[in-house]
Nanobody, 121 residues
Framework: VQLQACGGGLVQAGGSLGLSCAAS????????MGWYRQAPGKQRDLVAT???????NYASSVKGRFTISRENVKNKVYLQMNSLKPEDTAVYYC????????????????WGQGTLVTVSS
């Protein structure tokens, strides 16, 4: 399974940016998809997750500003980021958790390659 994320870039504070991520491979189902981010010198932290049923979870720092959504049929997840702040600057990683591949008995998790988001003040 491969995750391909895109949409990062440079934006001014207060601006908006959208990320998307597509999972490909012999996928039967993906339970949870999400976004994490890692700022320079810091650990990787959760940004938002969404289940196949549409249940969402957000980090408190992004709640009300970011919106996660997904298209189950296309195995895609999106992150719309509004009112961006300089502290949102990080490499954003797409994650697919509890992925069941065709023929597998147990689910696995996968990470995308990361996309850089830079918010200038």
């Amino acid at each position: 399974v491969q995750l391909q994320a895109c949409g990062g870039g440079l934006v001014q504070a207060g601006g908006s940016l959208g990320l998307s991520c597509a999972a490909s491979g012999t996928i039967f189902s993906i339970n949870v998809m999400g976004w994490y981010r890692q700022a320079p010198g810091k650990q990787r932290d959760l940004v938002a997750t969404i289940t196949s049923g549409g249940t969402t979870n957000y980090a408190s720092s992004v709640k009300g500003r970011f919106t996660i959504s997904r298209e189950n049929v296309k195995n895609k997840v999106y992150l719309q980021m509004n009112s961006l702040k300089p502290e949102d600057t990080a490499v954003y990683y797409c994650n697919a958790d509890r992925v069941l591949r065709v023929g597998d008995a147990l689910p696995s998790g996968y990470w995308g390659q990361g996309t850089l988001v830079t918010v200038s003040s």
